[in-house]
């Protein structure tokens, strides 16, 4: 990051200490984490009431920070229901702390424009929210964060949450919720957690209401103050994407069976291997593939790691995989696996990804087969911005799994329709190429220099290993060179590594 | 408490501000919880190392406090063989904090001779060590705390754990550990959960050490530094009793009797109820009488609390109860359906009990049957001391299930051996009489006068219900006047209640 950016960053309000990325583990914690209030509840209190009076009694007021779980992906009502009751008080300035915003939340545009919402903390934003960040009509950059780097700041108290309203498929009326039952069921509510245990008020807001306690407990009534019945907390078309199929496309195909082989000769493809492999299409294929070697040379996964699919819980009842961590559910397979299966675990985001406690599960990861919107000759990977600077995506858990994972695999087609998606420099660094260690593209697979170890297990094969320039320079022959960039010159944005440090900006359009 | 005891309590070095007990929800919780240091562990570090090196990399030095937790119960090797590995490092002056100590651990005496442990806080004390406190011989009075008590006293702060040492049936390399696997299987690990939540530095000690992810976690690698294998942690005759079975005394299945009838008229044997039932003959037999007028009336438990027998765990796989909330398991019975019964859960110390919590488990109880070693004419419980002033007992969670209970029945044998059990004073005061609402003998049953309501439901029945006073009298009819009690005027223990108030203390003999 250039001295100029650096002081442009540091004369923001609020942004006047934090440090620029350094390097993927340079940064040591010290101190304490923060922590919540002492709470007392006696026998026979009710916590049960409407939204609006769990709102007064919780004490919010201007300025403070409000906080939501994405786990309803874009089915989630419960952001704009809540905001909507927040605002009919005459709340205003309110910071708005999700673990993600989908499209869904285009409705909280009014609310952003109202001034009932001024600030944003979140992993992804797109949609109407994404264009407004980008017209810099907020009072303050908003930041994105990794899923571990949340849970970070949650920890270290750097984010401190006034109110977490968490969406609870199932709650009870003494507080215990959990995200495997009712009508709107999402599975695993990982990212719900660090909220639950850090904030100063929790109010369950929920569609599912038990007047018995649950048969299974995500979030504790220990860590709930109040719950509030809605209608619907979700639609559920928009919370899972149905079974996520085996791709049917042949350049994905072609790039998951070059993942597979990657796994299969990178010196990790061994009994009792762990990986993570993501929802998407080359994701899903790239497991089935390599399912079908382990069959072969009869090798089990200790453990799968990360956001859980149909697919990879077949592979867990199956007995391919024999244990499951699970932060994220994409699917009512996995949902249901989750609630049925005693080998698949629920675990926080700061389990699954803080990098300052005592060992995240990624920490764990042999192979971790991730995405990429573009890439960078360093091996730097973009998931936040598109081509043209504007945001559709999301950290995620994309900078964790890789820092984490032993052999981190970006797999991602060289073109996507008329842009070269490996480029001089991507629009947005998210994940530094420091933690990846392989490119996997329908043209070749690249191997970042600092794995010779790597390089020369591949070398073996017959897998179509060239240097990450040979990879460039197809691209560019394929799709030309890509115009610059026209963007603003004002910060809209600060993009966060998972360890606090800020590694970019996001520019207004 | 006379003024007198309170000036002579004020007296004690770190006892200045200690407050007295004033009634059971009385004390409204300030602040903040106490909260552990920031960590940082890289992928590929290594937590395995022996104890001799985990000791010194957690830096533990004199006056210090170290903790156990007591899952292992009168099978724990676990304390013995760490203390005696900072005492031949010569490290003097440690506070030892128990979540409770069995007669096992008399063989600790050794080290509080030679002042490796110069002061204790626990739960229970017997045998030597209880020997050693009354002798006076530490450097200021032991603290007896409630299960719950103690994870406030932690959570708030009050206790401050350097280094905990987490006996773990079963361990893996990263620090994931559960107590339902491995030759020395506890079950349920709720007891050490809040030392391994606070604690400066976890250091877990095993006999299972597992190479690939454990595929049931109760306490995450993300709270664990270290991990230390040793040849055995328990022995597994003292560690669970065999399933405990149905009393074949007839004095205790007349009280059984009794118990499950109270029950039964008390007002609150309605379908969905929830109880906790406790592991002796009388507990065990109460259930059974009970389960038996379910079945006639059609009637079905939502919840079981506390802590899991193999009764009440056959209970829960016959649909008798349909979920349990379990801090702690007696028998391998139980610790098998920990294991495998998808609607049995592990929970903490403070989530069962810690009364500053958003709602502990025990608050949801429609009934808890308790025992006691004496009661007092105002209910007053004693279970820490026998009739003579020694310590032999603990409070456990008999305070805090007591507090949180709708009816809370106390059962007993109005006499032992040649002495009676309801007296005017008990020799301590461990659980208030305001939370305890029936006292059930094998002579009557006597309901605590400010529960008119109960009083009405149960004379409605041919239960023979009498006053207190009649049960006193005929105790002392039977058994002759209790002796009163020799014993010395110097305070060498602090009874506290749940809340952190102190309700007795316990002399010299």
């Known amino acids: 990051m250039n001295r100029n950016l650096i002081e442009k960053i540091r004369k923001i309000s609020g942004f006047e200490d934090k440090e620029m990325f350094r390097g993927a583990f340079e940064v040591v914690p010290v101190g304490k984490r923060a922590s919540r209030p002492l709470k007392q509840f006696k026998p026979k209190n009710n916590k049960v009431m409407p939204l609006e009076k769990a709102i ?32 009919d008080k005459g709340i205003k300035n309110l910071t708005l702390s999700a673990s993600s915003l989908s499209l869904v939340q285009d409705a909280l545009l009014p609310y952003l424009e109202n001034e009932t919402i001024t600030a944003i903390d979140t992993s992804g934003a797109r949609g109407k929210i994404g264009k407004f960040i980008q017209s810099n009509r907020l009072q303050k950059p908003a930041i994105f964060r990794t899923h571990g780097g949340r849970a970070r700041a949650i920890e270290t108290g750097e984010l401190h949450i006034d109110v977490a309203f968490i969406a609870a498929p199932a709650c009870d009326i003494y507080g215990n919720i959990n995200g495997v039952q009712g009508k709107s069921a999402c599975g695993s509510l990982g990212y719900a957690m660090p909220d639950s245990e850090y904030a100063d008020h929790v109010i369950a807001v929920t569609d599912g209401l038990s007047q018995i306690p649950l048969d299974y407990v995500s979030i504790s009534q220990t860590k709930v103050d109040y719950v509030s019945e809605i209608d619907d907390i979700g639609d559920p078309a928009g919370i899972s994407t149905g079974s996520i199929r085996i791709s049917k496309s042949p350049t994905e195909l072609v790039i998951a069976k070059y993942v597979a082989d990657v796994i299969k000769y990178s010196g990790v493809f061994k009994d009792n291997m762990i990986f993570q492999f993501g929802s998407g299409g080359i994701s899903i294929s790239a497991a089935d593939f390599l399912k079908k070697e382990m069959e072969k040379q009869n090798i089990r996964a200790a453990a799968g790691i990360g956001g859980a699919t149909g697919y990879l819980v077949d592979m867990l009842e199956h007995g391919y995989i024999k244990t499951f961590f699970d932060p994220q559910d994409f699917d009512q397979l996995a949902i249901r696996s989750l609630y049925n299966n005693r080998n698949h675990h629920e675990i926080s985001a700061s389990d699954y990804a803080n990098p300052f406690n005592g060992n995240p599960y990624v920490n764990l990861l ?17 998931v936040l911005t598109d081509s043209y600077g504007r ?7 994309h900078p964790d799994a890789a820092a984490g994972a032993d052999v981190t695999i970006v797999a991602m087609p060289l073109l996507r329709g008329r842009l070269p998606m490996i480029l001089d420099n991507v629009q947005t660094v998210v994940t530094p190429g420091e933690t990846v260690d392989v490119v996997v593209t329908e043209y070749g697979i690249a191997v970042n220099p600092k794995r010779d170890d790597l390089y020369n297990n591949l070398k073996k094969s017959n897998l179509p290993v060239v240097s990450i320039e040979e990879l460039y320079i197809k691209a560019q022959k394929l799709a030309g060179k890509a115009a610059p960039l026209e963007h603003g010159n004002n910060i809209c944005g600060i993009v966060e590594y998972r360890d606090g440090t800020i590694i970019d900006v996001i520019y207004d359009i």
Do not use: Y
Request: proline share 2%.
């Open 56 to 87: 007064d009694a919780v004490g919010l007021r201007d300025g403070m920070t409000i906080s939501f779980h994405h786990c309803l992906r874009n089915g989630d009502l419960v952001m704009q229901k809540v905001i909507k009751v927040i605002a």
């Open 366 to 382: 042999d192979v971790a087969v991730l995405s990429a919107t573009e890439m960078d000759v360093n091996f730097n990977v973009n």
């Open 391 to 397: 945001l559709m995506g999301a950290p995620g858990g």
